[in-house]
């Protein structure tokens, strides 16, 4: 089955994975808006579960475990909001199995979360362009962080390997990710 294909499957799992920067939280909000049908899917960010900046492994091993993992057997899954503002875990957030989830973020797709998705995508651009915009968006939130951020990106890309386990890998430059939404979805209601 191909991505464009799985897309609207009651109960499915899209992964989007991508270094910052790279345009997936735009990307995941606009595959949301355009989903067909007339239940619209649960967008978990992995930026809510991140337990702080150096929570990136922590946070992909716990929605594998506490998410995917129970979905993939029929149960409801769930994850941990991180309070960015007290440094605490926070409450808890369920997502039934017969709900479709779009996970995004940095992490979202390993070697243990891949073959409990239905879609995978990987985002990318240019450093030079993804690093313009993670420090624009974020208003000088993320430029102490980078650098930090930057290195478990790298090692978690180097240890999972997650745009080879991608079935659709975009290099979002210049609006090609809006590109393949509107594409994919032509036609579609």
Same mark, same amino acid.
């Given at each position: 089955?191909?991505?464009?294909?799985? $897309?609207?499957?009651?109960?499915?799992?899209?992964? $989007? &994975?991508?270094?910052s920067?790279?345009?997936?939280? =735009?990307?995941? =909000?606009?595959?949301?808006?355009?989903?067909?049908?007339?239940?619209?899917?649960?967008?978990? #960010?992995?930026?809510? $579960?991140?337990?702080?900046?150096?929570?990136?492994?922590?946070?992909?091993?716990?929605?594998?475990?506490?998410?995917?993992?129970?979905?993939?057997?029929?149960?409801?899954?769930?994850? #941990?909001r991180?309070?960015? *503002?007290?440094?605490?875990?926070?409450?808890?957030?369920?997502?039934?199995a &017969?709900? =479709?989830?779009?996970?995004?973020?940095?992490?979202?797709?390993?070697r243990? =979360?891949?073959?409990?998705?239905?879609?995978?995508?990987?985002?990318?651009?240019?450093?030079d362009?993804?690093?313009?915009?993670?420090?624009?968006?974020?208003d000088?939130?993320?430029?102490?962080?980078?650098?930090?951020?930057?290195?478990? *990106?790298? &090692?978690?890309?180097?240890?999972? &390997?997650?745009?080879?386990?991608?079935?659709? *890998? $975009?290099?979002?430059?210049?609006?090609e990710?809006?590109?393949w939404i509107?594409?994919?979805?032509?036609g579609?209601?």
């Amino acid at each position: 089955m191909s991505a464009v294909e799985a $897309i609207g499957r009651a109960g499915a799992v899209v992964l $989007i &994975d991508g270094p910052s920067g790279a345009g997936k939280s =735009t990307f995941a =909000t606009r595959l949301v808006a355009h989903w067909p049908g007339h239940e619209r899917p649960v967008l978990v #960010r992995m930026d809510d $579960i991140y337990p702080g900046w150096s929570g990136l492994d922590a946070a992909s091993a716990r929605v594998h475990e506490d998410l995917l993992a129970p979905r993939a057997s029929g149960a409801a899954g769930r994850w #941990r909001r991180h309070d960015w *503002v007290t440094g605490r875990a926070a409450e808890w957030h369920t997502v039934p199995a &017969d709900v =479709t989830l779009v996970l995004e973020g940095c992490g979202a797709l390993s070697r243990d =979360t891949a073959p409990l998705a239905d879609v995978r995508f990987w985002i990318d651009a240019p450093v030079d362009v993804r690093k313009r915009r993670a420090l624009e968006r974020d208003d000088g939130a993320f430029d102490a962080h980078w650098d930090m951020w930057a290195d478990q *990106v790298a &090692d978690f890309e180097r240890r999972e &390997d997650p745009r080879s386990l991608a079935d659709v *890998v $975009i290099v979002n430059t210049d609006g090609e990710a809006a590109a393949w939404i509107a594409k994919a979805f032509h036609g579609r209601h």
